[in-house]
């Protein structure tokens, strides 16, 4: 049974830091694309990284040059190192991997972006 479990979410401070991890577990882990995505109020979810088995990372414009996504295959873990966050980035954070035929999805992590 595939599961990731997110952690790392707060409150934060425009123009603040935090890093998202996703421990992952039944699966391997270095053949397994990672993505992340965040879903605001009232809004869809939305990919803001995905990293690739062999290293290949994409971001949407939005995250660009703030975000940073990472994997430790030795700790079946991905990251989310996010820089100079805005009110905009206020959202809920999930890990996601397509494993087999199915997709699965962490539970989510806040992240609040306020004074």
């Known amino acids: 049974q595939v599961q990731l479990v997110e952690s790392g979410g707060g409150l934060v401070q425009p123009g603040g830091f935090l890093r998202l991890s996703c421990a992952t577990s039944?699966?391997?882990?270095?053949?397994?694309?990672m993505s992340w995505y965040r879903q605001a109020p009232g809004k869809q979810r939305e990919l803001v990284a995905s990293?690739?088995?062999?290293?290949?990372?994409n971001y949407p414009d939005s995250v660009k040059g703030r975000f940073t996504i990472s994997r430790n295959n030795a700790k079946n873990t991905v990251y989310l190192q996010m820089n100079s966050l805005k009110s905009d980035d206020t959202a809920v954070y999930y890990c996601n991997t397509v494993w087999g035929r199915n997709t699965y999805w962490g539970q989510g992590t806040q992240v609040t972006v306020s004074w």
């Open positions: 039944g699966m391997i882990f270095s053949i397994a694309a």
């Open positions: 990293i690739g088995s062999g290293g290949r990372i």
